[in-house]
């Protein structure tokens, strides 16, 4: 399966403007720490690879609140485009500055029970010989955070809009492994969703 030469890139999601909340969900603390910082932290925990922090609004204030971790930056000026503007952009990135990633770890910003445990699992299930991709099971259907190998990447740089991967890998159904991920159905949109979990 994996060996020392598999290259795995974590690229986290944290550009968007968060318009329904009505500040930026990257900076709201959940116990104690941002939810920027917590997903760094768990990412440079797992130690599935490089990682790189896809910014784009409140780029400055983010990339101060991360500045210290062991983490790229990345700021996509196409941000206001949407989600598949800053997949598109932040995978180009991380393909030219490492060329030969075998795959790419996608993640959001606003999953605050993403740990390090479901981080190694996805990673663990991955065989870099095959197209696969590795995604989270919750709410009858799969999603973020997700393994991709770079099968797909030639696909993904095509994204526009808000569109995530979900279409493409739609007709890849036969390559996609599901790991129980339960807790990936809470995410953060609105204040509400922050007070519920507090």
Do not use: C
């Not at 598999?6 to 403007?17: C, D, P, R, S, Y």
């Not at 709201?28 to 440079?44: P, Q, V």
């Amino acid at each position: 399966m994996l060996s020392e030469k598999t290259k795995i890139h974590v690229l986290i999601m944290a550009a968007g403007a968060s318009r329904r909340l009505g500040q930026p969900k990257q900076l709201l603390e959940y116990k104690g720490e941002t939810l920027i910082r917590k997903i760094s932290n768990e990412a440079i925990k797992a130690n599935v690879g490089e990682i790189t922090v896809v910014t784009g609004h409140d780029h400055e204030k983010i990339g101060k609140e991360i500045s210290d971790l062991e983490v790229n930056i990345f700021y996509n000026k196409e941000w206001e485009e949407g989600l598949g503007a800053s997949i598109r952009n932040g995978l180009k990135h991380v393909l030219e500055t490492n060329p030969h990633t075998n795959a790419i770890l996608l993640s959001m910003v606003d999953q605050p029970f993403v740990n390090t445990s479901h981080l190694k699992k996805l990673t663990a299930a991955y065989d870099p010989a095959r197209p696969m991709i590795i995604a989270s099971a919750y709410s009858s259907t799969f999603g973020v955070p997700i393994l991709i190998d770079s099968f797909y990447f030639e696909e993904l740089k095509k994204l526009k809009g808000d569109e995530g991967g979900k279409k493409i890998f739609a007709n890849y159904i036969k390559n996609i492994v599901e790991i129980p991920f339960i807790a990936g159905k809470i995410d953060i949109d609105e204040k509400e969703d922050l007070e519920k979990l507090e």
